[in-house]
């Protein structure tokens, strides 16, 4: 195994996205590829780790970059602050996932036709509106991700949705989990939401650790989540 990794340089528009490639130089052929999208706090070594991660499963492994410059929050107000412009603007958030999975086509590691994305808490809602809007990825997977719609156009999903829950995440109560699983069965595509019992928001993070506001890690829950999602990838990628 021989894993390179890289900043990546692309744009949306007049605005500069700074995102991180991995890749196995070992594998010369090109290779499915894995978005990552980032928490609230920006593009930043959980995400990269997680790009890595996926290099290491022989796919190119591309922690995108949604604030652009690679600007990342250091508390929560300021995580607020960046997320709060895209959470409140589907159709601006879209425009730079978009940007993304346009850049990961130009590179010359990547298959493109085998495309995927996954991501954490806001990353994760960034997972489910490129599925949403129709753009050809092979699977969108949500970790602890927020499930609330975008309110755009409707699209035909061509993803397999894979949405990983903690029951007791008090950013998505029981009715917001029901309300997905009616979308997707609308939208008639391949889904699945697996939710963990005794689980709270946050729980592939083993940094995260405020109980009392519903964000705790979870070992068992991160363990049973990541093996769900290599077979996944596994399943969709036909490898």
């Known amino acids: 195994m021989n894993i390179t990794t890289k900043p990546f340089e692309y744009t949306d528009g007049k605005q500069t996205c700074v995102g991180y490639l991995a890749w196995d130089e070992t594998y010369a052929d090109p ?18 780790s997680k790009a890595v991660q996926m290099a290491a499963q022989g796919y190119v492994g591309f922690a995108i970059d949604v604030y652009g410059d690679g600007q990342q929050g250091g508390n929560p107000s300021e995580n607020e602050a960046l997320m709060m412009p895209f959470v409140n603007d589907r159709k601006m958030l879209l425009k730079r996932l978009k940007a993304a999975y346009t850049a990961a086509q130009t590179l010359e590691q990547v298959d493109t036709d085998n495309i995927a994305m996954m991501g954490f808490c806001f990353g994760g809602l960034c997972a489910l509106d490129l599925a949403r809007s129709g753009v050809d990825i092979k699977a969108a997977i949500s970790f602890h991700g927020l499930f609330s719609p975008n309110g755009l156009p409707a699209k ?14 008090p950013m998505v109560p029981p009715a917001a989990v029901t309300a997905l699983g009616e979308e997707l069965t609308k939208a008639k595509c391949d889904w699945q939401i697996h939710a963990y019992g005794g689980t709270k928001h946050g729980f592939m993070v083993p940094e995260a650790n405020d109980p009392k506001n519903g964000i705790q ?11 769900v999602t290599l077979d996944h990838l596994r399943e969709t990628f036909g490898a």
Request: charged share 25%; aromatic share 12%.
């Open 31 to 48: 290779k499915p590829c894995v978005l990552i999208g980032h928490a609230w706090g920006g593009r930043n070594g959980f995400a990269e």
């Open 156 to 169: 035909k999903i061509k993803a397999s949705v894979l949405a990983l829950h903690g029951w007791d995440d």
């Open 217 to 227: 890690y979870n070992a068992t829950a991160e363990k049973r989540a990541w093996a």
